[in-house]
């Protein structure tokens, strides 16, 4: 089978959070290089950031599916397969229905964002700690894998979240992957690591 052309990080929002959804596609990228043992040129797959979008808070579960199931469509129009990683923590399991319920022409992934542990998987969700989600968005974004093309839609706010993380010490000593304050938006950042703990496994 054709392997997915497009990502879409899924974070659903709280009371006073916003729900953010990032949108990744898969890109063959020519390197200039060319393999003499294959007699094709070299390409490097990339990931391209092509949307960004925060959702107005409040909105309703059968809005936000909706909405999530139009970006669905207009990239499956285009002939390419999509997988939705969706946010199952909390409030997540009843818009993971109202997005079933869509029946979208995409794979769904549910995975359950934790604050720690090891990696697991139960009951067809993954359970992630949020520091692996975003290790793994870091080490793409630091080999020049991820990239966030100008003119991108919500690329300047993308872009100021990722600005306003660094790297912090831990108490128990080694480094994660922290706002500067408490107050710092981390909506649209969560769904692109969401997005890119799928898509790194199709560019290795």
């Known amino acids: 089978p054709k392997p997915p052309s497009f990502f879409i990080g899924f974070d659903l929002g709280q009371k006073h959070d916003h729900t953010a959804i990032a949108v990744l596609e898969r890109v063959a990228v020519p390197t200039g290089e060319f393999d003499h ?30 909405r999530l199931a139009s970006l669905c469509r207009s990239m499956q129009l285009r002939g390419h397969p999509v ?21 979208l022409p995409a794979m769904i992934l549910p995975v359950s964002i934790t604050s720690g542990g090891m990696p697991s998987y139960a009951n067809g969700v993954d359970r992630i700690p949020k520091s692996d989600l975003l290790k793994r968005l870091q080490l793409l974004i630091q080999t020049e894998r991820l990239r966030i093309p100008s003119g991108t839609p919500g690329a300047r706010n993308l872009l100021d ?16 992957f922290a706002p500067v304050d408490e107050a710092t938006h981390d909506d649209l950042l ?3 690591s969401l997005a890119s703990w799928a898509a790194a496994k199709v560019i290795r």
Not at 85 to 102: F, K, M, N, Q, Y
Request: no cysteine; glycine share 8%; hydrophobic share 40%.
């Open 190 to 192: 969560t769904a692109l």
């Open 37 to 66: 043992t294959y007699g094709a040129p070299v390409i490097r797959p990339e990931l391209h950031v092509r949307h960004a979008e925060r959702l107005p808070l409040n909105t309703s579960y059968p809005a936000v599916a909706e």
């Open 83 to 103: 997988t939705v990683v969706v946010d199952a923590t909390g409030v997540g399991a009843p818009v993971l229905d109202a997005i079933r319920r869509e029946r």
């Open 161 to 176: 979240e990722l600005a306003a993380y660094r790297r912090a010490p831990k108490r128990n000593g080694g480094t994660r």
